[in-house]
């Protein structure tokens, strides 16, 4: 049997949260609306004669995510027109990024690997279509607060090499933009959204496989990982049997587990891109780029690098206290009044990750650092009575004692249990650990 | 008859309190006759007293303007001359329209043109043509057809147009009118029906040059709707009325084209009025304008072929099966020129080409101050002309899509009369972007020292 390996490369849509909207003044915030329709105007709904006008702040905002990304920034970019027809895009054309997007050539790291970005660009979302029965007819509806909301689309190159890599690809973007306060990303109602291109080839092969399968739709990252699992052994049969997966978009049924087919395409679209001839072409100088990102925060994965080298906070509860913006600086706050205290700063972490004290994001640092004082407090111990339970326990496990020397390191575990439970009271546990670790030499 | 006067002769006199508004819109009234024969307004507005009456202590005191139907106009129908816009009622104003009513104009109506502004003579319409009124028999040029004839038949006081290539200064040229073409991004496009973006330019169109002056003073300026719209300062445009031209040095452009033949002798001898006014005349070569044609045949397809996408029959009433021959015609070829593997070969060669005549009019205002050129190859064509030749408008066009394509102003001053057909030669006088005044103060002091402006000069023509 064939092994096969992933070719899978990613485009994640993200609305971003600016004020206005992309290309004119109205409200952006179409998932916060009373009703349909009331964050509206003549240019987003592209009546005759409405004119688009840049959002200055979406622009600013690409260039920093590019430059958090590590990617090149086009000096000279511009806007351009993506014609087709559908019933939520108003103008018939989407305004976006062709041949020149803002972005292009980043890297994010992720736990699985690095992934190459190929380019960031910028462009306006669609209006939303919603199909009903009203009166027992079947409508289409159509709600334009979403219409010209500014959206980023982030490709990046088939550097994607498992379901997992997939997954924290789109965690780790995910965490970013949260992180620059660019964007909520809310998945359930298509703040973000996530594409998958899988195909796979035989290990060992470097040619891109002649075919691939748009996974699309998907509105979780843990249906994403599912989806490109399903797809790399739905693909693999099909090319065990000698035939070529077809060109398509499919969709993940999480019920039934499998991915489905949407749409197949016959042909590619030829959209007829070209510049937009309202928009004039953008300028920036390399002073205006480091202006804007002078204020960019310190990502998720430097603020990590940093608390693991200056507390030595584990790795798995930085990940956790890293997931969302406000429990990071939360947490950045604590560590940093923890440290002063002279605490350990990784227990303080443990403690919060593992709820062993009962605190919420945004109590303030007096509060957390007295409720993880209070669990750490210890009765003062004898030094000679300690001693002498020790004595006791080693006299009357000299089997373990043996096994422990022959080199089962594990059963050290068993020793401090027999002490712990015969001291009868809470104790520094380093303490103990010590004690008993001389005895035993 | 109050409704021959001028713009500036109206708001003097209703100034002095020697004419009210109620007899200015009696005499009005009075030509509206005329619309059944010629065709000029496809909608009036019959608030226009109410309107008025509410403006008349701001500067236009009131005065009813007519206005190109491609302006969206709150509450007024605006169809672009399409029956697919049979039935919209804008909601809002476009920049110019709101502007002048902001200084005190009133919407008098909306003016006939070619369907979606593609064409030069108005017969493209798809409520029916407009006749010149100058001589019925004859088209009145276009797309502003309708608002040159307009004014032409002193149905309005002045009017509003707009220009993509042509379609303000030929309708001029052809009904004898002054028409002002600006630089492009100096008046908001903001609520002009799209037709190519990125030569668009709404302009006024009137009988004589300070009134051009005056209302371009009104619709001038940047726009924060409008993303092509200049931030570039404005001047006071009547400024530059009554000024000297002594010294200028004005290059003649486009003499040399074959075709010429039968007005180019009618044309030459005015030149002669700029160095009597002590400027100097000198006969320039610039780049053939045959290649204006191809660039702007492909860009303004390509854009429109994006831009009417929009009316796709899930708004608006009508359909697409309500488009005429002539918006499919461009819609076709506009979206060839987009396509795949054909961009690079037609709409991007033809913005290569674009640059070439940008280069070559740098090189010509190098060494002038304005290039004057005819309007039109020729007068006024007769009815139907138009129908016979996809390529009508481009060919008549011709003179002044260079200066369209590049962005340039231009405007179009009555040059020439002949009394046995009662039609006119236009001269188009070209400046270097946001040079505005110079352009009005050379077309200003041809128009008074030259009798072929009608209005100036009505006893003689």
């Known amino acids: 049997m064939t092994e096969y390996q992933l070719v899978c490369g990613m485009e994640v849509h993200a609305e971003l949260k600016t004020a206005t909207k992309m290309f004119c003044g109205c409200k952006n915030d179409p998932f916060h609306a009373p009703k349909p329709n009331i964050y509206t105007c003549p240019v987003c709904l592209g009546m005759p004669g409405g004119l688009p006008v840049a959002n200055r702040t979406a622009i600013e905002w690409t260039i920093k995510l590019g430059v958090a990304l590590g990617c090149k920034i086009n000096?000279?970019?511009?806007?351009?027109?993506?014609?087709?027809?559908?019933?939520?895009?108003p103008k018939g054309y989407q305004i976006s990024q062709y041949d020149q997007p803002f972005c292009y050539d980043g890297k994010l790291e992720t736990e699985f690997g690095p992934v190459r970005i190929r380019r960031i660009h910028l462009e306006e979302d669609t209006a939303k279509l919603l199909h009903k029965t009203i009166d027992g007819k079947k409508?289409?509806?159509?709600?334009?607060?979403?219409?010209?909301?500014?959206?980023?689309?982030?490709?990046?190159?088939?550097?994607?090499?498992?379901?997992?890599?997939?997954?924290?690809?789109?965690?780790?973007l995910r965490q970013i933009l949260r992180f620059m306060d660019i964007a909520d990303c809310d998945m359930e109602q298509g703040g973000m959204r996530l594409e998958a291109n899988v195909s796979i080839r035989p290990v060992g092969e470097k040619e891109l496989p002649v075919y691939k399968v748009e996974l699309k739709n998907i509105n979780s990252f843990r249906f994403l990982e599912k989806a490109v699992a399903y797809e790399m052994?739905?693909?693999?049969?099909?090319?065990?049997?000698?035939?070529?997966?077809?060109?398509?978009?499919?969709?993940?049924?999480?019920?039934?587990?499998?991915?489905?087919?949407?749409?197949v395409k016959e042909d590619a679209e030829d959209y007829r891109y070209f510049p937009d001839p309202d928009l004039p072409p953008l300028r920036f100088t390399e002073e205006q780029i480091n202006e804007w990102c002078a204020e960019?925060?310190?990502?998720?994965?430097?603020?990590?690098?940093?608390?693991?080298?200056?507390?030595?906070?584990?790795?798995?509860?930085?990940?956790?206290?890293?997931?969302?913006?406000?429990?990071?600086?939360?947490?950045?706050?604590?560590?940093?009044?923890?440290?002063?205290?002279?605490?350990?700063?990784?227990?303080?972490?443990?403690?919060?990750?593992n709820k062993k004290i009962a605190v919420k994001v945004g109590d303030n640092a007096d509060t957390v650092l007295t409720a993880f004082t209070a669990l750490h407090q210890t009765d003062s111990v004898d030094e000679n009575e300690l001693l002498q339970i020790i004595e006791a326990v080693i006299a009357e496990n000299a089997d373990a004692v043996a096994q422990y020397k022959a080199g089962k390191t594990q059963?050290?575990?068993?020793?401090?249990?027999?002490?712990?439970?015969?001291?009868?009271?809470?104790v520094d546990m380093q303490v103990v650990k010590n004690a008993?670790?001389?005895?035993l030499q | 008859m109050l409704n021959t006067l001028t713009l500036t002769e109206v708001l003097g006199k209703l100034k002095r309190k020697e004419i009210s508004h109620a007899e200015l819109f009696a005499d009005l009234q009075k030509s509206y006759a005329q619309n059944e024969k010629l065709n000029i307004f496809l909608t009036m507005n019959d608030k226009l007293a109410e309107d008025s009456e509410a403006a008349t202590t701001k500067a236009l005191m009131g005065v009813p303007l007519a206005i190109k139907d491609n302006f969206c106009t709150t509450g007024l129908r605006t169809t672009?001359?399409?029956?697919?816009?049979?039935?919209?009622i804008p909601q809002y104003d476009s920049t110019v329209t709101r502007r002048l009513k902001e200084a005190g104009a009133a919407i008098q109506g909306k003016?006939?043109?070619?369907?979606?502004?593609?064409?030069?003579?108005?017969?493209?319409?798809?409520?029916?043509?407009?006749?010149?009124?100058?001589?019925?028999?004859?088209?009145?040029?276009?797309?502003?057809?309708?608002?040159?004839?307009?004014?032409?038949?002193?149905?309005?006081?002045?009017?509003?147009?707009?220009?993509?290539?042509?379609?303000?200064?030929?309708?001029?040229?052809?009904?004898?009118?002054?028409?002002?073409?600006?630089?492009?991004?100096?008046?908001?496009?903001?609520?002009?029906?799209?037709m190519a973006s990125s030569t668009d330019s709404p302009g006024p169109i009137t009988k004589t040059v300070e009134d051009a002056a005056l209302l371009l003073n009104h619709i001038a300026g940047h726009d924060p709707y409008d993303g092509t719209s200049s931030t570039n300062p404005v001047d006071d445009y009547t400024q530059a009325l009554g000024q000297s031209i002594e010294g200028l040095k004005i290059g003649v452009i486009y003499m040399d084209i074959p075709g010429l033949a039968e007005v180019k002798s009618l044309f030459e001898p005015q030149l002669k009025v700029f160095e009597e006014l002590g400027a100097h005349v000198e006969y320039a070569q610039a780049m053939d304008p045959n290649h204006a044609i191809g660039v702007y045949t492909v860009v303004q397809r390509s854009e429109v072929s994006s831009n009417l996408a929009r009316y796709d029959g899930v708004r608006y009433g009508n359909d697409r099966s309500h488009f005429g021959d002539e918006a499919k015609r461009r819609i076709m070829l506009g979206t060839y020129t987009l396509s795949k593997g054909y961009a690079d070969k037609y709409y991007l060669l033809a913005q290569k080409v674009r640059t070439l005549f940008l280069q070559d009019f740098a090189r010509l205002f190098q060494k002038y101050d304005i290039l004057v050129s005819l309007t039109s190859p020729g007068f006024a064509k007769k009815i139907g002309a138009s129908e016979s030749s996809a390529m009508f408008g481009e060919l008549e066009d011709m003179l002044v899509e260079p200066s369209s394509i590049t962005g340039l102003p231009g405007i179009n001053v009555p040059c020439y009369h002949d009394p046995k057909t009662n039609l006119y030669l236009g001269m188009n006088i070209m400046a270097p972007m946001w040079h505005e005044s110079e352009m009005i103060s050379v077309a200003d002091a041809f128009e008074k020292h030259t009798s072929w402006n009608s209005w100036r000069n009505a006893e003689k023509q």
């Open chain 1, 75 to 89: 000096l000279f970019s511009h806007f351009d027109r993506k014609n087709y027809f559908y019933p939520d895009l």
């Open chain 1, 139 to 172: 409508v289409s509806l159509i709600d334009f607060n979403r219409s010209s909301v500014p959206l980023i689309e982030i490709v990046t190159e088939p550097d994607i090499i498992s379901p997992e890599h997939a997954k924290a690809y789109g965690k780790t």
């Open chain 1, 233 to 263: 052994e739905r693909q693999a049969r099909e090319l065990n049997e000698g035939k070529t997966p077809i060109q398509e978009t499919r969709g993940w049924n999480d019920d039934k587990g499998e991915t489905f087919t949407q749409r």
């Open chain 1, 296 to 353: 960019l925060p310190e990502l998720p994965a430097v603020r990590k690098d940093r608390w693991m080298a200056d507390y030595h906070i584990d790795a798995k509860y930085a990940d956790v206290l890293l997931d969302e913006r406000e429990t990071a600086d939360w947490a950045d706050q604590l560590f940093a009044a923890a440290a002063q205290k002279q605490l350990k700063v990784n227990a303080l972490a443990n403690a919060i990750v």
């Open chain 1, 411 to 426: 059963i050290f575990g068993f020793f401090m249990g027999q002490v712990q439970r015969r001291l009868g009271k809470k």
């Open chain 1, 436 to 439: 008993i670790e001389r005895k």
């Open chain 2, 80 to 88: 672009a001359s399409s029956t697919v816009l049979d039935t919209f």
């Open chain 2, 111 to 194: 003016t006939n043109m070619d369907a979606w502004a593609h064409g030069s003579s108005t017969e493209t319409s798809q409520y029916g043509r407009t006749l010149n009124p100058r001589n019925p028999e004859h088209l009145p040029g276009g797309s502003s057809g309708g608002s040159a004839a307009a004014v032409a038949a002193d149905m309005a006081i002045a009017a509003i147009g707009s220009e993509t290539a042509g379609s303000i200064r030929q309708p001029s040229a052809w009904c004898g009118t002054v028409g002002l073409k600006p630089t492009y991004g100096r008046v908001s496009r903001y609520g002009v029906v799209s």
